[in-house]
């Protein structure tokens, strides 16, 4: 069993940055892939960024791709989302998961364990 908490959302301006964090409990952090999702209103849940456990190969969306930085601190059980040169259109409720085959998937129902979110809001 993995529990998953994000922090660090909030209101920020247009080109501003955010990191999220994802903080782990539970079993071994370092055997999992982690994975950065957002949902906005009316809309479904999609993929923003994810690391592989082991290599730490890195995988963003082709939206936040040179602006996000996802990373992990297995030492403190928590991974990272740093958010540059924020637009509107980023802003969701962002929720972090674990993916106990460890690979980083793109794909939701890779991930066993979700955090609860937490909101992002980018105003223009």
């Known amino acids: 069993q993995v529990q998953l908490v994000e922090s660090g959302g909030g209101l920020v301006q247009a080109g501003g940055s955010l990191r999220l964090s994802c903080a782990a409990s539970g079993r071994a952090f370092s055997g999992y892939g982690m994975g950065w999702f957002r949902q906005a209103p009316g809309k479904e849940r999609e993929f923003v960024s994810a690391i592989a456990r082991g290599s730490g190969t890195t995988y963003y969306a082709d939206s936040v791709k040179g602006r996000f930085t996802i990373s992990r601190d297995n030492a403190k059980n928590t991974v990272y989302l740093q958010m540059n040169s924020l637009k509107p259109e980023d802003t969701a409720v962002y929720y972090c998961?674990?993916?106990?085959?460890?690979?980083?998937?793109?794909?939701?129902?890779?991930?066993?364990?979700w955090g609860q979110g937490t909101q992002v809001t980018v105003s223009s």
């Open positions: 998961a674990a993916d106990w085959l460890g690979s980083g998937s793109r794909q939701t129902y890779a991930y066993e364990y």
